[in-house]
């Protein structure tokens, strides 16, 4: 894993002292010293000498021209939304110099900064709140936390319990990032069971309306959901019969009540659960879990 993207040295280093199991982000910043990340834990990397590694820009430069295959226009479209995705569900955050004409981000050069977020199977992590989303069928659900708080793990194992509880429905995974599944060569690197269909690298509006035409989907499920542009399509598929289960980025439900749009999901009770995960006790831990009126009906 990252053994073709990070300098020799720096991998060597890694696997001396860490184990890829247990790291969740690689954090490289120019001229800073590069950081480890263990379960929120941040630890410095060090040299042979004992020395902290200081990460300088030709560092961040090989690794996104590797990340790009060499190729970084045709990366361009993940670029200028930020980020590069790897397999295994490997996303890399980049920050830069901000390229525009007029209103438009053109790219991203000059990268000051990386943050490579590596994903873990993280088996039965959404048991606790499994009976909550599944009666005698799928509810609409919302997942809840801040970034970095296990929401993806959490969908990504309640995908895998539908399937071994042995439910045989059809779930498609809008998987705009590529990060749910880890799509490589057509096949999901990353356990997720079977009764999936999954569309990589496309915009959650195309992979609904395309997916509830033609792949007739029981559920589906989604990440990061942004209240701004993907309202509309959640709507449709819930007023089509297909149950969703979606995760947004907030720190609790007070939090969430503040976003644009968020009345309108709470006025025509879209979803009939809101599920609230800390990583308190690692990803994905469950802390509160809201009914469709935000009474809460498990509470820690």
Do not use: W
């Not at 990386?114 to 048991?127: A, E, G, T």
């Not at 720190?251 to 809101?274: G, V």
Request: glycine share 4%; net charge neutral.
């Amino acid at each position: 894993m990252l053994k073709e993207y990070l300098d020799r040295d720096i991998y060597n280093l890694i696997i001396k002292n860490f184990s890829f199991n247990d790291i969740t982000e690689i954090r490289m910043r120019a001229n800073e010293n590069l950081i480890i990340v263990v379960r929120n834990k941040k630890f410095y990397l060090k040299d042979e000498s004992g020395e902290f590694v200081k990460c300088n820009t030709l560092m961040i430069e090989n690794f996104i021209k590797r990340a790009s295959e060499n190729s970084i226009y045709a990366y361009n479209e993940n670029i200028i939304n930020g980020y590069i995705t790897l397999p295994k569900g490997i996303r890399v955050g980049l920050c830069g110099n901000i390229v525009t004409d007029g209103n438009k981000i053109v790219t991203i050069k000059e990268f000051q900064a990386l943050n490579i977020r590596i994903p873990h199977i993280v088996k039965n992590c959404s048991l606790p709140a499994y009976e909550f989303m599944v009666d005698s069928d799928v509810k609409n659900c919302l997942i809840i936390s801040p970034p970095g708080a296990g929401k993806t793990t959490f969908i990504r194992d309640f995908i895998y319990q539908l399937y071994s509880h042995n439910l045989a429905k059809n779930v498609l995974v809008a998987d705009e990032r590529n990060e749910i599944c880890s799509v490589v060569n057509g096949e999901p690197a990353l356990d997720i069971g079977g009764f999936v269909d999954i569309s990589t690298n496309c915009s959650k509006k195309f992979a609904f309306k395309n997916g509830i035409r033609s792949m007739r989907p029981d559920v589906i499920v989604t990440d990061e959901l942004d209240l701004d542009n993907d309202l509309d399509c959640i709507i449709e598929a819930i007023n089509s019969g297909v149950s969703v289960i979606a995760t947004i980025h907030a720190k609790d439900i007070n939090q969430l009540k503040r976003k644009a749009n968020f009345d309108k999901i709470l006025d025509e009770k879209f979803f009939s659960r809101y599920i609230v995960l800390s990583s308190d006790e690692g990803p994905g831990t469950l802390k509160n879990i809201y009914d469709e009126k935000l009474n809460c009906i498990y509470c820690r």
